[in-house]
Nanobody, 116 residues
Framework: VQLQAFGGGLVQAGDSLRLSCAAS????????MAWFRQAPGKEREFVAS????????NYRSSVKGRFTISRDNAKYMVYLKMDSLKPEDTAIYYC??????????WGQGTEVTVSS
């Protein structure tokens, strides 16, 4: 199984970015998907998750209304659209597969830096 996250970069506060995660080596439609992030010196934290069909979505409270998770099962892709970015969103963002309440496979991460 491979998960490859990309789309990160250096942006200014208030800007938008869309992260993408390409999955391979698994039956993608059978897995929920999630995004996590880890800021420098901090523990990794949950950002958002989406169910297999996309009908159940969860966000951490600090990104609700600003971030949107979506998936395309035909393309084996999951996305994280991030709007109104803040400096506190600076982190390495990881995608992961979700089965039940656990996370099995992880991508390598893509770095997002938001300057003030």
């Amino acid at each position: 199984v491979q998960l490859q996250a990309f789309g990160g970069g250096l942006v200014q506060a208030g800007d938008s970015l869309r992260l993408s995660c390409a999955a391979s080596g698994l039956t993608f439609r059978n897995y929920g998907m999630a995004w996590f992030r880890q800021a420098p010196g901090k523990e990794r934290e949950f950002v958002a998750s989406i169910s297999t069909s996309g009908n159940i979505i969860n966000y951490r409270s600090s990104v609700k209304g600003r971030f949107t998770i979506s998936r395309d099962n035909a393309k084996y892709m999951v996305y994280l659209k991030m709007d109104s970015l803040k400096p506190e969103d600076t982190a390495i963002y990881y995608c992961a597969t979700k089965w039940g309440s656990s996370y099995q496979f992880w991508g390598q991460g893509t770095e997002v830096t938001v300057s003030s």
